[in-house]
């Protein structure tokens, strides 16, 4: 495969995400163009999606599972104000402290004011999407205090200056050769090789002095146990834990839609979310966090603070059907299942969570304005919300942010949501024109009408507009001579003919 | 209003909408073994993520572990005398003729050069486990003032000693058994395997941060 046009990424670790609007068709245009891009990618989701399936022999076990997956998640949504509200009592009875953030502002703040507390210069940090979310390393490099990231694939993607492009593999838009050379660069003290277990040993290496000088230790958090006051943790490599048992201070920052009810809701759930994730039947550590260091430990960290995000979820919240979309317990099955995502790649999508999960939770998050084509970039073919261990109804959401989109905005419509950017892709003149096909659509005789001149001049359809830019590598589209209704019935009318009146 | 009221009343604002009725649905039936495939299930999981299970007796146990330790050119290990698995181990190696230098954790890991000792020179280290998991080969580790929260962390071999009759079927089992609802330890850990990652062309490495050898005795 040539490989003429480099892919990067223009963002960097030290810049926060241009947002430009309008830009995802040349996004994904440039990722398509891409051909070492789209190896990567087409080889990882392969494999993916191959392990997955592997994990699930049994189609029934699997639909048992998901269904009772899906009802953990709604009830513990359907109660989610009074458990947070139980888990932060039982996390400060724990010695754990509680934080609230509204927005990604707000939770930087917060956690620059803990780091500045203790004098904080360094901050060694486990994998945490939500960190990502609100651009904390770029606040905190503002401000004097070094992030480092600490999971292999969120290191390499910050040795590169680029952002992670899945939520569970971050830097899987990379090949071992990409990587071997960015080490050869940006590490001293290493020599060139292709040899992953080398490469990763290198990371141990870098990682290890980094994690024992760190001040702070900041991780994200898979579940929260409401009924303990305990943060879980997942992760296969051990940074997590030593990010959050390593440094004198763990903050852990997470979106408030991470609780659960109880600790008898976290089997299950975890049962799926490592499966559909990476094929695994479970990941090498869970890690519980239900307090900082005791009187009588020897090690631990001697604060333990939490920080729960908003950030444009309980906009979502408030609608009974997008309420679904915090059901998610971020196992990326969507994206590695996704047509879509699995031909642009993450970066394309110009949001943090990239893939059909990002867009429906970019929206809320980011508005409308904002990401406009998000809703759109998508063939709705329906894989993310049949692989789903929740059971999102993906497709279904997305057609209804397009509805949120493309609305006509009035501010005394009590049963109007109010979403932050609605009416952002409100055209007028393509307003106009469905008008006019459902004025067409909704009587039998306008419609035979339509379909007869259409039969007879479709071919002079004029090569513009939509027309233009699907024409441009595929035929253009010409109208039959015959309606299917017309078929149908000269079929008809043949058979009676044939049999002669018989009813057969 | 701060952040915490803003968030919550928009929350409880909008909680009872008529239309949304959470699904319900059945926990599905989970699979159960007797002891014997308990056990065979746990050996085959864990060893397919390159966790090593030996079968020792009571008695013999330590002397599995030192054979291992010198097989592995093992300098030193870290344990813990105070607790039950630890005191038998200290009083064999005591008995036994063996080059392996013995250590033990301090009052606190900040104490004087100890953290830098853990990091950067501790070979492997010796922990108990109260039980496993079978269906997916896991180990449960609670870390206590004994036997601290990086003991099973940061030497890169790490020992973990399992009895056989601590075995669960399953993570839920143990959940819906064991009271853990009444109260956790600071830290809780399930262990399945030494690290990992998966991150480079998702070609599986071992040792990413954690062990880069899981060793579990079972007795």
Redesign the interface.
Known sequence: MSNSQKYTPNTSATSHIPVRQNDFNHQAHDALNDGQLRTNFRRAMDGLIAKRTAQFPDSDDLEARRLHAEAIRQRCLNKLPQLLEQLESNLKANGIKVHWAETAEQACEIIYGISECHQAKSMIKGKSMVSEEIELNHFMAERGIDCLESDMGEYIVQLAEEKPSHIIMPAIHKNAVEVAKLFEDKIPDHSYTEDIDELIQTGRRELRKAFFNADIGLSGVNFMVAETGTLCLVENEGNGRMSTHVPPVHVAVTGIEKVVEFLSDVPPLYHLLTRSATGQPITTYFNMISGPRGENEKDGPKEVHLVLLDNGRSQAYADAQMRKTLQCIRCGACMNHCPVYSRIGGHAYKTVYPGPIGKIISPHMMGLEQTKDLPSASTLCGACGDVCPVKIPIPSLLQRLRIELKRVVSSNDPQQVNMKGAGAGYNAIEARVWKIFSWIYSSRYRYKMLSWMASRFGKLLPNIGPVAVWSKVRSKPVPANKTLHQLMEQRSRQASGQSNGSDK | M???Q???D??????D????I???????KLPTWNDQQKLEKFTQ?ISA?NGEVHSCEKNNWPHKLLEIAQQNKLGNLLHAPQTEWGAVLAAYFQATEHQLELLE?????DEEGF??KL??SIDAAFTGSIGAIA????LIVW???HE???MS??PPVHFCILEKEKIWN???E???NAG??K?????????????????????L?Y?????SQLIVLVV
Do not use: C
């Open positions: 701060n952040a915490r803003s968030i919550l928009k929350l409880y604002q909008t909680r909408l008529a239309d949304f959470p699904t319900k649905a059945e926990a599905p999981m993520v954790y301090p009052q606190s890991i953290k830098e990091f950067f269906e997916t080969g896991t870390p206590n003032q601290p929260r990086l962390l940061v399953t993570f839920a143990l959940i819906e853990w609802q109260g956790l330890p600071n830290n809780a850990l399930l262990i399945s395997g030494p690290s990992k990652t998966a991150d480079i062309e998702q070609t490495a040792g990413a941060h954690g062990p």
